[in-house]
């Protein structure tokens, strides 16, 4: 039976909280969001040996990457902000709003996070994967869009993949998930855009 799986390429606290957000909305079980256990470095690599995140997933599968964009065409890198040392990240409100502050960047390239789920151990025959980051769907002036590069990235490891992206900003809660546009929510399908090797 098909499953959803959500995946952390940046595994940190704000992102872990984003992404069990998204779980809730989704009704996707707790442990169908994958990450690799060590955050960084070298350990990271070893950690694989032990366990690929992604090699259980089957082409009936759908994977939502998880990660930030910058909302905007022309992005270059997807990423977010994890501990490192004592720069550790930490939840504070502004005004009644939460905020994420500290942590240290860990960004992607689609020709690197290509690689990372190469590593983790994406099957060949995946098909479905979905990269939940503002804007990466957006065509831009110089750059095509985030999710396609990513796609043109792996076609020669993964034949049969369909990369989405979105083209707004997403906002979500532990109800609904949706993207904005301006001051306007739309649904998740309605900013989609979908990239195979057809198109």
């Known amino acids: 039976m098909a499953k959803k799986y959500i995946y952390i390429p940046v595994n940190s606290d704000e992102m872990?909280?984003?992404?069990?957000?998204?779980?809730?909305?989704?009704?996707?079980?707790?442990?169908?969001?994958?990450?690799?256990k060590v955050t960084s470095g070298v350990g990271k690599a070893m950690y694989r040996w032990v366990d690929k995140c992604l090699s259980k997933l089957t082409s009936a599968d759908t994977l939502y990457i998880v990660t930030h964009g910058t909302g905007?065409?022309?992005?270059?890198?997807?990423?977010?902000?994890?501990?490192?040392?004592?720069?550790?990240?930490?939840?504070?409100?502004?005004n009644g709003m939460a905020q994420w502050q500290g942590g240290e960047w860990k960004t992607y390239t689609p020709t690197q996070l290509a690689s990372t789920l190469v590593k983790e151990g994406l099957p060949a025959n995946f098909?479905?994967?979905?990269?939940?980051?503002?804007?990466?769907?957006?065509?831009?002036?110089?750059?095509?869009?985030?999710?396609?590069?990513?796609?043109?990235?792996?076609?020669?490891?993964?034949?049969?993949?369909?990369?989405?992206?979105?083209?707004?900003?997403?906002?979500?809660?532990?109800?609904?998930?949706?993207?904005?546009?301006?001051?306007?929510?739309y649904p998740l399908e309605e900013r989609a855009v979908t990239f195979s090797l057809a198109n």
């Open 16 to 36: 872990q909280e984003f992404a069990k957000d998204l779980a809730g909305a989704w009704n996707i079980p707790a442990n169908q969001i994958l990450a690799n």
């Open 72 to 94: 905007a065409p022309d992005g270059k890198m997807i990423g977010a902000q994890r501990n490192s040392g004592n720069n550790k990240q930490k939840k504070v409100y502004v």
């Open 127 to 185: 098909v479905n994967l979905h990269v939940c980051a503002c804007g990466s769907g957006y065509d831009g002036k110089e750059l095509r869009p985030w999710a396609q590069r990513l796609l043109q990235q792996m076609v020669s490891s993964h034949r049969s993949l369909q990369v989405t992206g979105y083209t707004g900003w997403f906002s979500c809660s532990t109800s609904r998930v949706c993207i904005k546009v301006g001051t306007i929510f």
